[in-house]
């Protein structure tokens, strides 16, 4: 062979070598970009959200969301038209919470509950605290009290399958396996038509406190004094004020402390910084005010008088009844949270007036206090501003 040729067969051979560095550069860069791609579409974490209705988040470990899906019927209508886009984890919760305050599955007159359940086996160990704490700032802004649970399970088939077949999350299926673990008479069938706050209830008559069923139990105050609800928890170690007693506790009290009686006023207002439940009763010739704490149940003021007006033609043994007017009253509106109840005379008749706020509108029940004939019904919208913090319910 010619020496004239080494130059060029150096030149090829120098030429493979590149291309073959070149080949080996993009088989690697193209494996980064699977990698990456892989990484990023597959599901890492997930969280699901109860609010009656269920919805779940899942997320890759970029932290973005890959999907928002629905667990029930209601959370289907709650989700329609609704988008992920490129949002991400923080994003995507705080839309949510808008969405529900929005459709009024949360609100200001509502005993507002919602559990955060991560999958224990892939979520982030700080997934469920980044969730709890970014509802928890969305409600404050928005000024509406909830009480906030949280749990890490793991999210089995089997649990998959009987949660899909219950028409609830894996989250509320996995509360209400705790309470028939506690009784056996309790069946899943029988708890998952109910609702989270009556599940709570139950565990309570079970003698089950809420620190035993989550890993995280917070109550969100509304901005009952001008404050966001973190100036609270500086002082009194936790957050808020907690939720109110509900009527049917408060007149449990009044009633002790007038050792029985007649209610003729009731009513659920904010005095001093803080919401008080004020309750007249009048009992043989006398007339009871009592005030009392809505967070706490404390006695705040206890007045006694002679009832000078007995009003003609009134016979107290004759009337229906508080518990009978709020139950006509309750079914008219379908439920709801009584805020004021009060006995009058109108137009020479003894009537029953009742206040009952539900999912943002007020209603006005006027109810014949012997006959129990419903006279008057008004229904009007409610102002979105700072309303009741969370509270137990209607009452009796």
Known sequence: MSLSLWPENKKREAL???????GILWAGVFLIA???FVFSSRPANSITLDVNPGIEITTNRLNNVLSVSPLDKEATKVLEGFSVGDQ???GVVNELVDLMILTGHIST???NLILITANDNNAHPTLLEQAGQLIEENLQNRQVGARLLGQTIAYSKEIRTIATDKGIS????AVIK???AVDSSLSVEGLAPLSLQEILALAEELDIKPEELFVQVKNVAADLGGGTGKEEAETTGTVGMGPLLGMEKA???ALARTDGG???EFELEKERGRYEYEVEVKKDDKKYEVEIDAHTGEVLEFKERRDGYQGKNVQPGLLLGIEKALEIALARTDGGQVVEFELVEERGRYEYEVEIKKEGQKYEVEIDAYTGKVLGFKVRELSRGVGIDSTTGSGL
């Open 16 to 22: 493979k070598v590149k291309k073959k560095k070149l």
């Open 34 to 36: 699977l990698v990456v």
């Open 88 to 90: 991400d984890f923080d």
């Open 109 to 111: 007159e509502k005993n």
């Open 170 to 173: 894996p989250g509320k299926l």
């Open 178 to 180: 705790k309470l028939t």
């Open 251 to 253: 007149l449990e009290i």
């Open 262 to 264: 007649q209610v003729v």
